[in-house]
């Protein structure tokens, strides 16, 4: 059974830096797309940042220059750095994979179960 599994989170002051890890588990042939997107209860999820299989990155527009998302290339892996947090970063992060468990078959999308960001001081 493939699972997005994350790692990270947390409660950080406002300045502050945190990290979150996804790595996937269980066997699937590659990634088209994974990332993060963040939800506050009562709003609509929000793009926070994605990476494709060849490095492409895209950022939503309120951590642009504050957070960089990177692969780890001896697994299937994304992390993302988070610096100067804010108060507003605050939310439930999820990760989200658009993965190819087989060679030549469509892609799915997974998600994991989400990890507590709170920046407050």
């Known amino acids: 059974q493939v699972q997005l599994v994350e790692s990270g989170g947390g409660l950080v002051q406002p300045g502050g830096s945190l990290r979150l890890s996804c790595e996937v588990s269980?066997?699937?042939?590659?990634?088209?797309?994974m990332g993060w997107y963040r939800q506050v209860p009562g709003n609509q999820r929000e793009l926070v940042a994605v990476?494709?299989?060849?490095?492409?990155?895209v950022y939503g527009d309120s951590v642009k220059g504050r957070f960089a998302i990177s692969r780890d290339n001896a697994k299937i892996a994304v992390h993302l750095q988070m610096n100067s947090l804010k108060p507003e970063d605050t939310a439930v992060y999820s990760c989200?994979?658009?993965?190819?468990?087989?060679?030549?078959?469509?892609?799915?999308?997974?998600w994991g179960q989400g990890t507590q960001v709170t920046v407050s001081s």
């Open positions: 989200y994979g658009s993965l190819r468990k087989y060679a030549g078959r469509p892609s799915g999308d997974y």
């Open positions: 269980g066997r699937i042939f590659g990634f088209v797309t």
């Open positions: 990476i494709n299989s060849s490095g492409v990155t």
